[in-house]
């Protein structure tokens, strides 16, 4: 089993900056942050696999987001920047301990979501 705790989320201007977190209570194979807005479907945003650091981000945040892992501290963190309204959302972190990694691959482990508004 893997424990996710996010962290991070808030309110914040467009343009705006904001960075999430999310620690597991294990090793993890890979990571990666997903996101929902009301009355949409769950949307990929970015994923990283832990050891090589191998980056995948959709094109929606392509150029403005920055997934990255600490090891040492088992946190993902997703640096989130340039924010416009339609990123706002339930941001969820989800891990794999093995197997595919892709955003369209099932994730074993979920944590409670952070919610991220944004300001026009």
């Known amino acids: 089993q893997v424990q996710l705790v996010e962290s991070g989320g808030g309110s914040v201007q467009a343009g705006g900056s904001r960075r999430l977190s999310c620690t597991a209570s294990r090793y993890t194979y890979c990571m990666a942050w997903f996101r929902q807005a009301p009355g949409k479907e769950r949307e990929g945003v970015a994923r990283?696999?832990?050891?090589?650091?191998?980056?995948y981000y959709a094109d929606s945040v392509k150029g403005r987001f920055t997934i990255s892992y600490d090891n040492a501290k088992k946190t993902l963190y997703l640096q989130m920047g340039s924010l416009k309204p339609e990123d706002a959302a339930m941001y969820y972190c989800?891990?794999?301990?093995?197997?595919?990694?892709?955003?369209?691959?099932?994730?074993?482990?979920w944590g409670q979501g952070t919610q991220v508004t944004v300001s026009s």
């Open positions: 990283i696999y832990t050891n090589s650091q191998n980056t």
């Open positions: 989800a891990a794999r301990i093995s197997g595919v990694c892709s955003l369209q691959a099932e994730y074993n482990y």
